[in-house]
């Protein structure tokens, strides 16, 4: 189990956690995380369900405290220096929830006040975002009318809109269409390569395959793994990142899991 | 099992007869407010049932109620005097609080896949509404039968019992009924917007109802005959309540023909209002809410939001507009208010009489007394709405608050302003009005608002500091409003009040005494708002996200 990231000397370090940790009830979501993510870096944060990726992001985004440990976003302690880590990042969230009595954009204005973000430059951005994605018709269409794919295109519009250094990006292709993914793909590749950083969790594996050079892979609050989709393939003597993940959290060979659940129904 | 046997000799499937009832008491129990999410329990222990709260305030209502038949001589009467707020009480419940439980176009999307016949359905929906009506008609009518049965005897205690459940049962069966009628002839998100104003009308009859007819119950308890009006005996709980007067040996034509017209209307009632509840029904309620939705363009905001320079004070008032606008129960909870502050306003004015000018008459406790109520509501409807803008059910939404480098302490003082601006100081421009039909002096007018304005100013800075609450960020509980409402009504009102009192007895006499008076009071409001701002900063500091 490998609990501190090095990462290459060129990259500044926009990420930090240490031994963070969450506790609710009787039971650690996050147990003493600790890892570093550099500038410009797109690190994939894979994890089977409750392994505790959603906590660790809330954590790091300021919605909740943790029980124990630090982390700090693009140099500033989220926790004794919320304000200023939260100027730097911008989050989509994995529920999608959004206040749906407002129109697409009024929330991207309502946003934009948030951050303090001058009027006119708010407007500008909001209809370019609304544009790319297709959606600048609907701007002035309540939320509760989007579908789902148009409410994640807000949130994503939403977290960009004040040019953020560091993005936590949870699930954040959920519901887009595949042009709307493909465009999204390439922004990050794009925002990246301008020296944005950017924490990436989901569960599509080929995604983060392709769009993530490093992957930290958690379980039951832990790190388990940790480097190129490659080296963790290695050094788990799988093949794909695809049979290591499972190997890593322990599940069971896919084929045989099949079998016996087709087996349990009788057929 | 006999219950299982008869079920299907009904045609309905008693296991998923018991599994959608089981689903719709969970519904109801695990309100947001006691819902748990990815494993973070949100609400406390105290909210984990919220129909028992509600159930506890309607049970001391139930109590006060008690004393009618205990003090009254007229059976008929007294039972008609319980059972009429209990059927609005009633239907303002099955309306407003599980308005669901009747029929929901969610109903559709989860049970039209699932092997549900539209009979096993409609039980299980029919059970629900039986259940919960007679539920709280027990907690609002028991404290009754227990009263009566020791002043009168326990057979027209237990006649009691059976009027206060046909009572209740013949509400839950008109209100679906009602509900039924109104979605076939309006559309769902408009009856939803027309359920806002019912509730109005329901707090009227409620308020107005118990206003006016207070001094006439207090003679009748007294012994006093009590006259009723003429269409007394066309109301439904009358009918209901006459068979009290028959268990009293009271066998007159009128009696024995309300009391058939009671029966009559049971007979007719539930088989009508269960045959309302189908999911075919289900699936038109459904499609209406869909259809309906995109069809409203939202108005703009443009000259509300320019009136604000901090863009957190824009953002939080453009939510609150928004809020307004398109969430229904907030809007129901907002709209709710307003007959009671009306109320309270046209009760100040018929209590003072006349307001005499403080600066020529030496205003006192005595004078402020008589027209109380007019400035109980200047703290009552801010004071309400700060609670209710805490909550919502788009609570989960709130993450941006946590994520954005907003100031969490900016955000909860930019709900205070935007109350102050939108909602106290037009309330004190129209309150300006009445003072100076009575004064005639403008300065007069001018100088007792600065005073009361401040004064109310104070009170909201006191809400705040004792709850300091994130906008929205919240779950909304069932039933969550009468504790907090109780308070506010009480404690809130009289502090105003005090205050009013103690800065006219000494600050109201010369010029000199009022300037330094109001110069006091500003101060104190200044330094308030300095320490409310650190308790605002340290307590929001601390809160989670809820979701």
Redesign the interface.
Known sequence: MMNMTTIPEIYPTMITTTGLTKR??E?D?VRGLSFTVGKGEIVGFLGPN?AGK?TTV?ML?????PTSGSATVAGFDIIRE???A??R?G?V?E?G???????GG?YL???A?????DRDVAARRADEFLDLFGILAQK???L??YSKGMKQKVLIA?ALIHQPEVLFLDEPLNGLDANAALVFKEIIKRLSAQGSTILFCSHILDVVEKLCPRIIILNEGSIIAEGTPESIARRTGEKTLEEAFCRLTGVRDARESAKEFLEALGR | MILDRLLTLFGVDPLQWRALLRASYLLLRRNPGSVSV????VGKASRANAILVMLYFYLILGVIFAFVPWGSGDPSIAASIVLIPTSIFLASLILLEFGATIISPEDFAVLSVQPVSSRTYFAARVSVIIILTLLFAAVLNLPSAVSISIRRGPLEGFVWVIAASANALATGMGMILLYAAALRLIPYRRLMTLLAYMQMSLSFLIYGGFGLLSSRIGGFMSGIAMAVPWWWDLLPPVWFASFTALAAGIWTPLSMFLALCGIVLLAVLLPAGASKISLSYAESVSRAAVSE??Q???VR?RWMVSLLKR??D??IA??IA??F???IRFKMTVLGIIPLTALYVYQGLQGGGKFYDPFQHGLDIRGIAGSSLLYVAIILFPGILKDEIGKSD?F??A?????????RAALVLAVKRVLTIYFLIPYLFLLGFVFYYFFRNLLHVLMHELVILLASQLLLQIAFFISPRLP?SAPRGLGERIGLTTLIMVAGPLLLLGMLAFFSRFFYTNAVSYLVGASALGILVAIVERLLRRRVSRKVG?L??A?
């Open positions: 609710f009830a039971k979501a409750g959603s809330k985004t300021g919605m909740i405290l919320p304000i200023e939260k100027k990042f989050y969230p529920s929830a959004l206040f749906e009595t407002l129109t009024e204005h309502f946003i006040d948030l951050h303090h973000l002035d269409q309540r509760q009318e939403a | 990815k494993g973070l329990r939705s995109a409203r363009r939202p905001l863009p957190e824009r953002a453009t939510l928004r809020q606008r398109y969430d788009s989960q939404a993450w941006v608050f946590f994520t954005t480098p907003a100031d929205f601390g989670e996200f979701g």
